[in-house]
């Protein structure tokens, strides 16, 4: 199967990693250092599960020559997603299924609106997972995909998607629900990214001090609020389910802190300006995802500054 992996990063990684391992034909497309080193020395993931070392697949800065590609996983980060589907049409073609492995509620329908509903999936991951070094991904833990059309119910390229993805060793499971599942990440994602950014503080420094997990707490309240804009129902036990899985993850940095201290941009539009969109819409405050948005939009204008700083010098 030819497989194309936009955003090689930690998560397009590894599980382009996993299905370059079980023998596709897979293209990584990736930019800057990581891409160097990947076309240098090949794409290393160190793993509990098993190390792999891919070295038989295409690593490219673009979608490659015209001509469609079987399946897609679509692994930007949010801010970069239009720009990510524009340079990926010309590999897209009527039976290519697309899935998008992207933080956030929205990205899926953005890509829907551009290749259509038909082919397009959306994706939930639970994994950890972090580049460590140019071509390197350390895997640390989990592995599953959770994903299924964003319009509900079931689909061909659902069906295709998870023989290529189970065949290939990676949990997997098809959901006729996924808009909750994305939900639920969010409810994670919203509060835990932006505190973790704020205060410099791990996974287990936050459920660990009372101060924090109370703001968290009053956080995904936003989130239960916005979601319900949606239609969809975020409940008192799917808090305390989100607070139980956070004390699994020990000393743990979420992404966007990892990408803080990397010097990259920050998801917080696609974490907590959703959530102020849609409060606002239907005529609702979001006090706290308001000041997480402008800190992190504040800590985000300061990197990418430095950023063309250091391009211009």
């Known amino acids: 199967m030819r497989i194309a992996v936009m955003g090689a990063g930690a998560v397009g990684g590894y599980f382009g ?31 509990p599960a098993g190390d ?31 720009a990510a589907a524009e340079a990926l ?36 991951v639970y994994v950890g997972a972090q580049v460590v070094a140019p071509g390197v991904i350390e895997h640390s833990t989990g592995g599953k995909i959770i ?25 997997c499971e098809r959901s006729a629900e996924i808009q909750m599942a994305q939900w639920r990440k969010l409810l994670w994602n919203a509060p ?5 950014c704020l205060t410099r503080a791990t996974v287990k420094d936050i459920v660990e001090s009372d101060l924090l997990t109370e703001l968290a707490i009053n956080c995904m309240d936003e989130v239960k609020q916005a979601a319900a804009s949606r239609a969809i129902d975020l409940s008192r036990q799917h808090f305390s389910e989100t607070l139980s899985f956070s004390k699994t993850l020990g000393a743990f940095k979420p992404s966007m802190l990892q ?40 800590l985000d204008e300061k990197i990418r500054e430095e950023a063309s700083r250091a391009n211009h010098a």
Not at 65 to 76: H, T
Not at 192 to 196: D, L
Not at 288 to 297: I, K, P, S, T
């Open 259 to 298: 990408d803080l201290e990397a010097g990259k941009p920050l998801e917080y539009e696609a974490f907590n300006g959703i959530v102020i969109k849609l409060l606002s819409n239907a005529g609702k405050d979001a006090p706290v995802n308001r000041v997480f948005y402008g800190a992190l939009g504040y």
């Open 17 to 47: 990693a996993k299905l370059a391992a079980a023998g596709h034909d897979v293209r990584f497309i990736a930019r800057g250092k990581h891409l160097a080193a990947l076309c240098r020395n090949g794409l290393r993931v160190k793993s």
């Open 89 to 124: 049409r010309p590999i897209v073609g009527p039976s290519t299924a697309i899935l998008s492995l992207q933080n956030g509620v929205d990205n899926a329908d953005k890509l829907a609106a551009r290749f259509g509903d038909r082919c397009t999936l959306a994706g939930v």
């Open 52 to 82: 792999l070392h891919i070295r038989n697949a295409i690593f490219s800065a673009d979608a490659g020559p015209a001509g469609s590609a079987d399946f897609i996983l679509v692994c930007v980060k949010s801010y970069d997603t239009e």
């Open 192 to 196: 835990f990214c932006a505190i973790s």
């Open 147 to 171: 994903f299924g059309p964003g319009t509900g119910g079931d689909s061909e390229a659902a069906k295709i998607v998870e023989r290529t993805l189970g065949a290939a060793g990676i949990p």
